[in-house]
């Protein structure tokens, strides 16, 4: 009786220390057991595109030709605005049926080689129309006389390749010599009484502004 007494004891000692670890142990695991995350909860997103932030600013700067008379011009080959951009600019007039009258004049002035081999110039070229202005006989006797011809169409002519913001207001020298006061904005430019009527046309070594009148030095 006496062995079972004291083997009842320590049974009953042993069971009293099992409970704390046991405690313990599902403690331990309620501290580490990861909380489930809910199905219907979306992860969240960028909604912006990384092209979205990289897109580059418009400069504001006109690149494209402008002007109504831009229209007139043949939409391909010769003539054409993307013939024209592959020539230099006395090459380029005279392959434009729009500027066949001074095409004449700067073959009879002798200053084609003179404007295909400048580099980087503005010209302002008056059309067939503007020349129509001027009474025949006058027109006639101007592309008789050299010397005031030449003057006449290097009044057109200014260095460097002026963009549109360029004209906004201001005198610009010319090969000739003398000074064109230019103003406008937007799509509409004066050269002195001119208008210019298309604009911005590239050629290889020129930009071309299409004008209604043509130019005469003081």
Request: charged fraction near 15%; glycine fraction near 6%; proline fraction near 8%.
């Amino acid at each position: 009786m006496k062995q079972k007494s004291l083997l009842a004891s320590a049974l009953t000692v042993l069971a009293l220390t099992a409970v704390p670890a046991a405690q313990a142990v599902a403690a331990d695991a309620r501290i580490f057991s990861p909380t489930p995350i809910p199905t219907d909860t979306a992860l969240p997103t960028d909604s912006a595109s990384p092209t979205d932030s990289m897109s580059p600013e418009p400069s504001g700067m006109m690149t494209e030709p402008f002007g109504p008379g831009c229209a007139s011009l043949p939409a391909s080959g010769e003539g054409s605005l993307s013939e024209m951009a592959s020539q230099p600019v006395a090459t380029a007039a005279a392959s434009n049926p729009a500027l066949s009258t001074l095409a004449q004049a700067i073959e009879q002035a002798g200053l084609t080689e003179t404007l295909n081999s400048a580099k980087d110039i503005t010209v302002f070229a008056p059309t067939n129309d503007a020349f129509a202005k001027i009474p025949k006989d006058a027109l006639d006797k101007l592309l008789a006389d050299k010397a005031q011809l030449t003057k006449v169409l290097t009044y057109h002519v200014v260095e460097g390749k002026k963009a549109p913001e360029d004209l906004s207001s201001g005198d610009l020298t010319t090969m000739q010599g003398g000074t064109l006061n230019v103003t406008g904005s937007g799509e509409d430019f004066t050269v002195n009484d001119a208008k210019v009527v298309c604009g911005n046309i590239q050629t290889s070594n020129a930009v071309v502004y299409l004008i209604d009148t043509v130019l005469m030095p003081k």
